[in-house]
């Protein structure tokens, strides 16, 4: 088999695998049980004049308690997942994922700041979300120094708010009273897709697809950054311009997957390394594979998150638990290359 020929079965296998888990995972849970088959006659009803043989609870388990969550852990971990390596390609470091930027330790504040004030759904989501996107404005505006953003100090910029508001997180912590808002604060901290709403599926999966297909549109522009910012301008590409794009796309989709998930770690770091031994630096490529194994990574890992135990798991105990030694093995196998 040539090596094009088997490339290109590793990426229809790749693309393939997040709808294959979509289904199994629509059939897996504790109550009102539907085989895959019975799961695609109910999404294919929707569309087609199927008689519905099935009970009306298994409708309704599927497409009003299951399907919205799923669809979350398709655009969180696929968004997490495809920002990673857009920033490990513009940062050319293999250590970067799209906590770097501060979004997650400044969401997190956001949602805190919410559960104290107010405690509920739509709050959390508004202030984690804009406390997000606002973290990264602070580290983007530290790290602009004389017209210019470069990258070392992106990065110790983004170290700096991620601490500021780790520190404001501990003072929520300690303020709040610890039978009610306390437990309601750690429990969303360590990240979970428990509750998730058709609105909350619907607003996230928008602004996670737009930062993604704005990756898309710009991923050659990332290849030729990852070869250095004077190379690149050698070869006609505003730096400054595409690394502002690149970076407000990313905090986008990150701050729209924590607001709505919590603070998921490892999967914009592990999955983009994965990705890449697959089919390789190219990010016209990797962009897109990043995402379908991000997606595929975090449905199982949310398949896990609700059926392990009779309470439910955080999901970003299971992600840190599984991506820690698996990037570890990464790390041995590559030699913390990433080319």
Known sequence: MT???????????????????????LSIGRYTPAGPLVVVRVLLSRVLPIHHSWPVAVDT???????????LAVCV?????????????????????????????????????????????????????GFGFAGALITYAIARVKGTVPIVVLVLSGVIVASLFGALISVLEYVADPQRKLPDIVFWLLGSLAGATDAQAGVAGGLIGAGTAVLIVLSWRINLLSLGDEEARSLGVRTEAVKAAVVAAVTLMTAAA??????????????????????GPDHRKLLPASFALGASYLLLIDDLARTISTQEVPIGILTALIGAPFFAVLLRRTGAGWQ
Do not use: C
């Open 258 to 279: 924590v607001a709505v998930s919590g603070i998921i770690g490892w999967v914009g770091l592990v999955i983009p390394h994965a990705a890449r031994m697959l089919v």
């Open 77 to 129: 971990g696929g968004g997490l997942a495809a920002g990673g390596a857009a920033l490990q390609g513009l940062f050319r470091n293999p250590l970067v994922s799209p906590e770097i930027l501060g979004v997650s330790s400044a969401a997190g504040f956001g949602a805190g700041l919410a559960i104290l004030a107010w405690d509920t759904a739509l709050a959390i989501n508004i202030l984690a979300f």
């Open 3 to 25: 090596p094009k020929r088997a490339l290109a079965l590793r990426s229809a296998g790749i693309y393939a695998l997040p709808a294959v888990l979509v289904v199994l995972s």
């Open 61 to 71: 388990i599927v497409m009003q308690v299951r399907l919205p969550r799923i669809v």
